[in-house]
């Protein structure tokens, strides 16, 4: 097999696993009363750590009005809170409550769970070669973006 068919093969494995992991966090994600605009806000401050009114206007696509909707029924459902910057008392930052952070906890160790199960029926031989191989391709892609400057701001959020 030449590299273009071995690149060709391993999207084809990724999307396989990708889908079958998301198999089961859709359902966690869709038994909740969100919109999907309080769904994506929830995400992008997990992700980030922390978010502004106005990014969330802008990754959102939606007038700051629209933003303070979202943001105000997410924090009446306890799942954020607003916390004023100390160097700039006009900005307020919006982050995850405990309530918020337990969520995606809850959700998270689902698919951990799930994901253990699959990998103790490997062998310790089957294990290692999959920790290399994934621990190349990590290397590979923080490589890439280096290179095309789209280094994003990665949260350990093991």
């Known amino acids: 097999m030449d590299k273009e068919e071995l690149i060709n093969q391993a999207i084809g494995f990724h999307e396989q696993i990708y889908g079958l992991l998301n198999e089961y966090s859709y359902e966690d994600w869709l038994s909740l009363d969100l919109s999907i605009g309080q769904l994506k806000s929830l995400i992008y401050i997990r992700y980030r750590g ?3 009114h106005s990014e969330l206007s802008k990754i959102l696509n939606v007038t700051p009005s629209v933003v303070t909707g979202i943001i105000d029924r997410l924090e009446s459902s306890g799942l954020v809170s607003r916390q004023v ?8 930052w919006l982050t995850l409550t405990d309530q918020g952070e337990d969520l995606f906890n809850r959700f998270d160790l689902n698919s951990k769970n799930e994901i253990s199960q699959v990998l103790s029926a490997l062998s310790e031989n089957e ?13 590979a892609f923080k490589r890439h973006m280096d290179k095309t400057n789209r280094a994003i701001e990665y949260r350990d959020i093991a």
């Open 50 to 52: 922390k978010a502004s």
């Open 85 to 92: 910057d100390e160097a700039d008392r006009r900005v307020h």
């Open 127 to 139: 294990l290692e070669a999959l920790v290399n191989s994934f621990s190349c391709f990590l290397a």
